[in-house]
């Protein structure tokens, strides 16, 4: 009979066989845990390789690989003889990168707000990570390109630059760790960057000098082939009207970069340089200009009114050597200027011209043969009645020569003048003279004035329009008239551009002068010049035009100002005075209109002083001897006693950049 077992071994026994099913089931579930886990990176690997293979390679070559539009650098503005009117600045668009910037942004927020010109809680704002989901994807991606200013200039990336290397983090690094360490120089290096390319900022080292021809720029956000981009494009002025040949042409660049979008250089496969804008030679003299403007701020103070202007021009040729409107504006500082400022008036408002206009139709008959300057007209003491309507003069003249009508600016001598031309030849003068048409000059919003058809025509119209109402034209309109007594009875096309030139000096286009058309002929036009150089003289309407040492050929004009529904205002004058110098020989011509003058009103009384101040000086830069030295010496020393100062520099306010 055999001995039975122990009970405490067989229990021993047990507890060990289920130990071991239990390390076998465990084994096994860990088994087919890494299985599961093998399988499901298997299927992942799978995944990503084959069925989502070509989005990821698509979003790590975008990711990877650049095209960058590589803008051309816009073309200098310079006058006739070289000194800079506009130009631009190397200048950068500085951007961060918020994840290298982590939780340290109020330390750079206070470091960069300064120079940035921005407030420290906006700056930090900006420099906040942020997540957004992809529309396209459905993945979550945290920004790491935030613009923070643009156009900033070299010279303030540098300090940015300086102040990031040497950034205060509020602690120690060494005491931050290996990680904390490494974290803080990244940040330091590379957190804030600027784009690849520069984003330059338009300069005008003159300020206001000739803004209105000048105009200004403004920055467009365009889509260019798909890619957004920022361009400088003219808003006025010069800047609008050459704006394709200041522009220049866009390249572009396909390149790789890294991690931090820094250009990875030897993987660029595409580099078309852009070409640089032409630079842009005008007519004007920057001299000349400030000659012009600083003679009419002065006015402006004297007869305060709504707004002066002023024109200089070459008589032979149609160049201007200065266009000035005041109130003026700051190109540089457009935000601070008020857009009624900015606008054009010399080519975008029209107005009755007044006297100033009795050059047409006495030119007219002079040229017909219909009058000689000897011929006298009954004036009839100053009221004469046509069509119902009693014409005045603002003086009872009785009989006057055809010269007396334009020395003392008799508006029935002009109006029965017109009445011998008649209707129809008094209209081909008018649009002969230019008046109904658009000069032509290079600069937007010029408009063509009003001038009616014959067969529109009032009764009245043979009678006013020939001492300057009832037709409208623009300032440089009636300078260029003007112009054509003065050249002989050659009408020009105004010129404001002389050339183009490519970066390296060399002429890509040439404008010669433009004759539109003969208007008078020689031995006419030479008439009214005789019959122009009286209106200087003491007996006529504008004395104080006249130049000591030189002769003075001109005409005031005082036009009533008229408003829809209302007719003509009392107290609201257009003041003028077009003159040239010397008169026989003319080298410039000078016009001075004052809108609404509150001290005075009369073109002789406010517009022809203005008038003498340029021109003395004028005469003076250009180096016109006078015909009558003795006179001229006098009346310097005159004013050297009066102690007006006549040596002070002519060219305070402008800049030679060469």
């Not at 601070?336 to 400022?341: K, T, V």
Request: with cysteine; charged share 25%; hydrophobic share 40%.
């Amino acid at each position: 009979m055999a001995e039975p077992r122990p009970v405490a071994a067989e229990a021993t026994a047990m507890g060990e066989g289920v130990l071991g099913t239990l390390q076998i089931r465990r084994a096994l579930v860990l088994v087919a845990g890494l299985l599961l886990v093998y399988v499901g990176l298997g299927y992942r690997l799978v995944e990503l390789q084959v069925w989502e293979h070509p989005e990821l390679e698509q979003e790590a070559r975008r990711n990877r690989e650049r095209e960058f539009l590589r803008s051309p650098r816009r073309g200098d503005i310079v006058d006739a003889r070289g000194t800079l009117l506009a130009t631009s600045i190397p200048a950068r668009t500085v951007c961060a990168d918020p994840l290298l910037i982590g939780p340290y942004s109020a330390h750079v927020a206070r470091a960069l707000a300064p120079v940035l010109g921005m407030s420290e809680l906006e700056l930090q704002r900006r420099l906040l990570p942020r997540v957004r989901q992809d529309p396209t994807t459905g993945r979550w991606i945290t920004n790491r390109y935030v613009v923070l200013a643009r156009q900033v200039p070299l010279e303030r990336w540098e300090r940015i630059e300086a102040l990031m290397r040497d950034l205060d983090v509020g602690r120690d690094p060494s005491a931050l760790g290996m990680a904390g360490q490494r974290f803080v120089q990244q940040l330091r290096r590379y957190a804030v960057f600027t784009d690849p390319y520069e984003d330059p900022v338009r300069w005008y080292p003159n300020g206001s000098l000739a803004a209105h021809v000048l105009g200004y720029t403004r920055v467009w956000d365009l889509e260019v082939d798909g890619r957004p981009t920022r361009e400088r494009r003219g808003a006025d002025g010069i800047e609008l009207a050459l704006d394709e040949e200041l522009a220049g042409v866009r390249g572009w660049r396909a390149t790789e970069t890294d991690g931090r979008r820094r250009e990875v250089v030897r993987l660029r496969n595409q580099d078309v340089a852009p070409r640089d804008g032409w630079k842009v030679v005008l007519t004007l003299d920057a001299v000349v200009q400030d000659i012009l403007e600083k003679a009419l701020e002065e006015a402006r103070e004297r007869y305060r009114p709504k707004n002066i202007t002023g024109l200089v021009i070459r008589p032979q040729t149609g160049a201007i050597l200065a266009w000035a409107v005041l109130p003026g504006f700051d190109p540089n500082r457009l935000g601070e200027s008020d857009p009624e400022a900015r606008r054009n008036v010399i080519i975008t408002d029209q107005f009755e011209p007044g006297s100033t206009f009795k050059v047409v139709v006495v030119g007219g008959a002079l040229n017909d043969g219909l009058v000689t300057l000897d011929d006298v007209i009954d004036c009839e003491r100053g009221r004469f009645l046509y069509a119902g309507r009693i014409l005045h003069d603002h003086h009872p003249y009785d009989r006057l020569t055809v010269r007396g009508i334009v020395t003392k600016s008799s508006n029935i001598g002009a109006a029965k003048l017109g009445l011998r031309m008649g209707e129809a030849r008094l209209y081909e003068y008018v649009r002969a003279f230019g008046f109904g048409s658009l000069t032509g000059v290079p600069l937007p919003g010029e408009v063509d004035g009003t001038v009616r058809p014959v067969d529109r025509w009032e009764k009245l119209s043979i009678v006013q329009i020939p001492m300057g109402h009832g037709l409208a034209v623009t300032r440089l309109q009636m300078a260029m008239a003007m112009a054509a007594v003065a050249n002989g009875g050659v009408l020009m096309q105004p010129k404001l551009v002389e050339r183009l030139e490519d970066t390296r000096g060399g002429v890509v286009a040439a404008y010669a002068p433009v004759a539109v058309r003969r208007v008078l002929r020689e031995e006419a036009a030479r008439l009214l010049v005789e019959a122009l150089k009286t209106v200087v003289s003491k007996e006529g309407t504008a004395p104080a035009a006249a130049v000591p040492g030189y002769g003075v050929a001109g005409k005031t004009g005082t036009a009533q100002k008229a408003e829809p529904g209302v007719g003509y205002v009392p107290g609201k004058y257009v003041s003028s005075f077009i003159g040239f110098l010397p008169a026989d020989r003319p080298e410039v011509l000078i016009a001075i209109t004052l809108d609404e003058p509150q001290r005075g009103y009369y073109g002789g009384q406010v517009a022809a002083p203005v008038f003498r101040e340029v021109a003395e000086r004028l005469m003076q830069y250009l180096g016109v001897p006078p015909e009558r030295p003795e006179e001229a010496e006098a009346a310097l020393a005159a004013t050297a006693l009066r102690g007006r100062g006549t040596g002070r520099p002519a060219v305070e306010r402008v800049r030679q950049v060469n």
